[in-house]
């Protein structure tokens, strides 16, 4: 098994650019999330899904959208892209306890 | 909402002593309590959790213990190895399907050979 896979590793965007961070789960597990990590901070949820076709915003929802048309993928968009977005952005999935199943991250710079 | 602060920040100890990392919750109906060990660079693990029906958990050299009528739970860590240097977060939520987890800032703990 793969796990959770994520796609750009690396980013670099400019102000008012928009992109797609892919998230990928090989497990067949319902729960997934999206999280960002700022420098020398805890973790912060942006959305989540409990199954293809729902999901729901968490702490830190605005200037992106998810979408979960199937139990694998769960991509994350960015429109409009500013500073305050630069980040480190983490995939996850579970099957009900904390997310254990994280993927490698991906790192994005807004400029 | 839900607010979770972690202490201390930073924590430095010689290899082979115990370690321990405190987190107060603000939510009295928060019910779970993971933590989390990110080493630099690298993505976020789960080393243990609790919920709140418990009062104590033991994995090998690591230990979480909660206490609800103070709204704190801590996590020990004995006999430590360098392999055990990294950052420590701690989370609470809700336990009800999906994991809404408010996350600590961190402790960064350093052991020293």
């Known amino acids: 098994n793969a796990g959770v896979t994520q796609t750009p590793k690396f980013r670099i965007l400019k102000i008012g650019q928009s992109m797609t961070l892919q998230c990928t789960q090989d497990m067949n597990h319902n729960y997934m999330y999206w999280y960002r990590q700022d420098p020398g901070m805890g973790l912060k949820l942006i959305y989540y899904?409990?199954?293809?076709?729902?999901?729901d915003k968490g702490e830190v929802p605005n200037g992106y959208n998810v979408s979960r048309s199937t139990t694998e993928d769960f991509p994350l968009r960015l429109e409009l892209a500013a500073p305050s977005q630069t980040s480190v952005y983490f995939c996850a999935s579970s099957e009900g306890q904390a997310p254990g199943n994280f993927g490698p991250g991906t790192r994005l710079t807004v400029t | 909402g839900e607010n979770v602060e972690q202490h201390p920040s930073t924590l430095s100890v010689q290899e082979g002593d115990s370690a321990v990392i405190k987190c107060t919750y603000s939510d009295s109906a928060s019910n779970y309590f993971p933590w989390y060990k990110q080493e630099l660079g690298k993505r976020p693990q789960l080393i243990i959790d609790?919920?709140?029906?418990?009062g104590e958990k033991k994995d090998q050299r690591i230990a979480v213990t909660l206490n609800k009528t103070a709204k704190h739970f801590s996590l020990h860590i004995t006999e430590t190895q360098p392999e055990d240097s990294a950052v420590y977060f701690c989370a609470a939520s809700k336990f009800q399907g999906a994991q809404k987890l408010v996350f600590g800032q961190g402790t960064r703990l350093t052991i020293n050979p």
């Open positions: 899904s409990v199954g293809a076709g729902i999901t």
């Open positions: 609790i919920r709140s029906n418990v």
